[in-house]
């Protein structure tokens, strides 16, 4: 680039020649013939080592410069873009963790109200049968003792009688006898208390 402006300003320093004869007369002696040459050489020797400085020393920082940080973006943007692949596979890892542990903590739910449902179930079904068995017994005990409390009422109540028969006529009285009138009356009232 440096180049062509340079070539560029030679061509024209010649090209307006033509005016600088003109000029002469004006009193411009950059414009006189007879220090051309001096400016010339000048030009060239300023324009060359201007050329020499830009193109050996400031140019080739400037292009290491801008090649190095085109590197380093490149660089940062290939990382940048493994990172962000590295963290789409972790989140998609998470993901895959978060939905596994809610199935797991379900089915574990679901097993241990499995459990605990068998478990009262179970239970119930004992507690059932105890209760059951109990209320067997214990009808089995109200039978007996419906069905032996009215030998035991005429046992009581010929003992009964025959010591109070005993103590008001003073005299021992036949408990047979007795035994006839209590079965008797329980008979007769029997089917009040104890009869279907």
């Known amino acids: 680039m440096f180049k062509k402006i340079y070539f560029q300003s030679i061509f024209f320093s010649f090209f307006f020649i033509n005016e600088a004869f003109a000029a002469e007369s004006g009193g411009m002696p950059q414009l006189n013939p007879e220090f051309w040459v001096s400016q010339i050489f000048w030009l060239t020797l300023t324009f060359g080592i201007m050329y020499l400085v830009l193109s050996k020393l400031i140019l080739p920082k400037i292009s290491n410069n801008l090649e190095s940080r085109k590197?380093?973006?490149?660089?940062?943007?290939?990382?940048?873009?493994?990172?962000?692949?590295?963290?789409?596979?972790?989140?998609?890892?998470?993901?895959?963790?978060?939905?596994?542990?809610?199935?797991?903590?379900?089915?574990?739910?679901?097993?241990?109200?499995?459990?605990?449902?068998?478990?009262?179930?179970?239970?119930?079904?004992?507690?059932?049968?105890?209760?059951?068995?109990?209320?067997?017994?214990?009808?089995?005990?109200?039978?007996?003792?419906?069905?032996?409390?009215?030998?035991?009422?005429?046992?009581?109540?010929?003992?009964?009688?025959?010591?109070?028969?005993?103590k008001l006529i003073g005299a021992e009285v036949n408990n047979s006898s007795i035994s006839a009138i209590v079965e008797d009356l329980s008979k007769r009232n029997g089917d009040k208390y104890y009869g279907n």
Do not use: C, G, M, W
Not at 131 to 143: L, N, P, R, V
């Open 71 to 166: 590197s380093q973006i490149l660089e940062n943007i290939e990382a940048a873009e493994k990172q962000r692949v590295d963290s789409d596979a972790k989140l998609k890892e998470y993901d895959e963790i978060i939905s596994k542990s809610k199935l797991e903590a379900n089915s574990i739910f679901n097993q241990a109200r499995e459990k605990a449902i068998k478990d009262i179930n179970a239970k119930r079904e004992v507690l059932d049968k105890q209760i059951d068995q109990e209320i067997a017994e214990a009808e089995k005990e109200i039978d007996t003792l419906r069905k032996n409390a009215p030998n035991k009422i005429n046992k009581i109540a010929i003992e009964t009688s025959s010591e109070l028969l005993q």
